[in-house]
Nanobody, 125 residues
Framework: QVQLVESGGVSVQAGGSLRLSCGIF????????MAWFRQAPGKEREGVAS???????YYADSVEGRFTISQNNAKSTLYLQMNSLKPEATGMYYC???????????????????WGKGTLVTVST
């Protein structure tokens, strides 16, 4: 059974950095697309960053240049390095996977088959 387990969410001050991790259990297929989604208070969940196969990455415009998505070589852990954090980055961050072969950016809900339970990031001024 596929399980995604996020960790690393804490409270930080604006301008700071944070790295989120997601343990991937149940499969290590190299052709799936993995992503991070964010849900701010009172808003819909939105795709933040995704990574596919050999390392093709995609980012939402709001985080381009400040966030970096990556995986370890075994593809058993997904990371999200977040720099220059802004208060609008506050929210629950979810690890997500298509769970099957997928090419391109998997930043839309309708291509995601597996979700983690989320980890909370709070960015204060």
């Amino acid at each position: 059974q596929v399980q995604l387990v996020e960790s690393g969410g804490v409270s930080v001050q604006a301008g700071g950095s944070l790295r989120l991790s997601c343990g991937i259990f149940g499969y290590t297929y190299s052709t799936v697309c993995m992503a991070w989604f964010r849900q701010a208070p009172g808003k819909e969940r939105e795709g933040v960053a995704s990574i596919y196969s050999v390392g093709d990455t995609y980012y939402a415009d709001s985080v381009e240049g400040r966030f970096t998505i990556s995986q370890n070589n075994a593809k058993s852990t997904l990371y999200l390095q977040m720099n220059s954090l802004k208060p609008e980055a506050t929210g629950m961050y979810y690890c997500a996977s298509t769970g099957r072969w997928f090419r391109g950016a998997c930043l839309s809900h309708d291509v995601i088959n597996y979700w983690g339970k989320g980890t909370l990031v709070t960015v204060s001024t």
